[in-house]
């Protein structure tokens, strides 16, 4: 109650609540409203489950990707390549390493463990990444272009790294080209149909950039489907599980977020550091909050079709996506307050001047 106390001030001081700062409320009142409802009643969700809703939901959310992708924003970004370089690297290689470790916690129940190790493999958000690092004042291009990046790249990635850190460990053969396919057909599909659509319709592309704060909050409703889901069709399990093991589940996630913040920011200062030129791309702070917002988050939509198509393979998949949904919402708001930090400072140093 006391970290939600102080994000909800951190988003509603005057330098801050805009309509970003809005949308990212109403993402996380989204997917909590999500889980509640589905544990309050589960009928609906398992209606939509058996429907296969949240893979349309998803697709969904990649084709507003696509709409709203603006390719002057991608090329904005190429000045900067060596700080996009790290943090591609940071989410596509460092991340999943960790996976191999958190697969060693003796956990009951295991899905919870390997969905949070699941998690690790995956790529950075798809909205909140872009949206806090323009809060913060970082630059909205770097962190575009990593976050486009790194979810076409983890199409490839993802499979890979599953199988390397997590179905080995669990003595389970992974369906590699099955998934490939299936992330192919649910994230770059949809995505390239938005773009196309984008860049064929002027028409398109101006409804689309005078209604994207529309774009964001359907997105986020959208998003929020898939803990509902989730949720309302493994209730009879999750009201099962003990309290003490949501809150175990939980602080690890919260832990693991704030250990990928400090790897992120400690090594880009290292680099900054080794470089020779004083206007290393490296030392600019738009830049370095741009890679520490993006390269330390990850992505919920790609994880839920994951473990769709792995069709229980690693355990039943509510009980998968459950620390998943927590961990999402729990990098929002720690990023949210370090964001308000951040302003916050760098408003004493104007002052200061």
Known sequence: ?????????????????????????????????????????????????KYSLSKYST????????????????????????????????ILLFTPFLAQFLVQIQFFPREFITGLAMFCCMPTTLSSGVTLTQLAGGNSALALAMTVISNLLGIMFVPLSLAKYIGTGAGVSLPTKELFRSLVNTLLVPLILGKVARETSKGI??????????????????????????VSRSRS???????????????????????????????????????????????????ARAVILVASQKTLPVLVAVVE?????????????????AAH???????????NWWRQRDQRSTSAK
């Open 1 to 49: 109650m006391l970290l939600w106390r102080r994000y909800h001030y951190s988003l509603c001081t005057p330098q801050v609540m805009n309509l970003s700062g809005l949308i990212i409320i109403f993402l996380i009142l989204a997917l909590i409203g999500g889980m509640t409802l589905g544990l309050l009643d589960p009928t609906l969700g398992c209606l939509a489950h």
């Open 59 to 90: 697709f969904g959310i990649f084709v507003i990707s696509g709409l709203t992708l603006r390719t002057k924003e991608l090329g904005a970004a190429l000045q900067a390549w060596p700080a996009g370089l790290f943090g591609l690297g940071s």
């Open 205 to 230: 592309a101006e409804f689309v950039d005078g209604n994207r704060q529309g774009f964001s909050v359907l997105s986020a409703v959208l998003l929020s489907l898939v803990p509902w889901i989730q």
């Open 237 to 287: 399990l999750l009201l099962s599980v003990k309290p003490k093991a949501f809150a175990i589940i939980v602080t690890i996630g919260v832990l693991l977020h704030l250990a990928l913040l400090a790897f992120n920011a400690t090594t880009l200062q290292v680099l900054s550091c080794l470089k020779q030129k004083e206007e290393s791309v490296l030392t600019r702070k738009e830049y």
């Open 309 to 325: 198509q792995l069709g229980g393979a690693l355990g039943e998949s509510g009980l998968l996506v459950i620390p998943c949904v």
């Open 329 to 339: 919402i729990n990098q929002i708001i720690i990023d949210s307050i370090l964001v």
